[in-house]
Structures are given as structure tokens and as C-alpha cells.
């Protein structure tokens, strides 16, 4: 019995270890992708400001 008890112990911590660096990983892309979408805004609105400018 106490071998059968300290598996479950350890696959929990492994389950809880791997939804753990899941979520991370996702922080980490939506983070990535919204700097990028930002980047993307600023070009635009530059270009925006330089075409002004020449009219």
C-alpha cells in the first residue's frame, strides 16, 4: 500500500508540475503575440503620420 501512495503522490506532482509549465507557455505567446500587435500598431501609425506630412 504505501508504494501505491507515494505513486499517486508523484504523478500528481508531475501533473501539477506539467499544467504549471503549460500555462506559462501560454503567458509567454499571449505576451509575444500582444508586443508584436503593438509593434504593428506604432508602424502603422507612423506611416500614417509620414503620408500627412507629405500632403
Known amino acids: 500500500m504505501k ?5 499517486w ?3 500528481v506532482i508531475i501533473i501539477i508540475l506539467v499544467i504549471i509549465i ?3 507557455a501560454a503567458y509567454i505567446i499571449g505576451t509575444m503575440s500582444n508586443h508584436n500587435a503593438k509593434t504593428k500598431e506604432i508602424r ?3 506611416v500614417v503620420k509620414k503620408d500627412k506630412k507629405e500632403l
Request: hydrophobic share 35%.
Open 3 to 7: 508504494k501505491s501512495k507515494g505513486r
Open 9 to 11: 503522490g508523484l504523478w
Open 22 to 24: 503549460l500555462m506559462g
Open 44 to 46: 502603422k501609425e507612423v
